[in-house]
């Protein structure tokens, strides 16, 4: 059994910073593929960030609504990924899940077979 357990968040004013890490326990294996998602109240989960590996290195990819603010990061060894959220803005505001498959990768949610248990994320105006 593997769990994602996530911690970080919160609250912050426009133009803040928040970070957020994710590590996996349990019945772990090097993960092949682990990402951020976010849900906004009405909206579908979206992908904000992805990490893979790919010919041996680590490979990220942002969506383009946080490219250039967002930083996804992996310790492999620990088998936990981070996200580092600068210049936030008040449309950054949902509840930010961790995701993480041991052979598939992708931005869309149903090729995650795990997942963490979402940490909320206001930026006020």
């Known amino acids: 059994q593997v769990q994602l357990v996530e911690s970080g968040g919160g609250s912050v004013r426009a133009g803040g910073s928040l970070s957020l890490s994710c590590a996996a326990s349990?019945?772990?294996?090097?993960?092949?593929?682990m990402s951020w998602f976010r849900q906004a109240p009405g909206k579908e989960r979206d992908i904000v960030a992805t990490?893979?590996?790919?010919?041996?290195?680590?490979?990220?990819t942002y969506a383009d609504s946080v490219k250039g603010r967002f930083t996804i990061s992996r310790d492999s060894d620990k088998n936990t990924v981070y996200l580092q959220m600068d210049s936030l803005k008040p449309e950054d505001t949902a509840v930010y899940y961790c995701a993480a498959d041991l052979i598939r990768w992708g931005t869309a949610p149903n090729l995650y077979d795990y997942w963490g248990q979402g940490t909320q994320v206001t930026v006020s105006s």
């Open positions: 990490s893979r590996w790919r010919g041996g290195t680590m490979h990220y």
């Open positions: 349990g019945r772990t294996f090097s993960m092949y593929s």
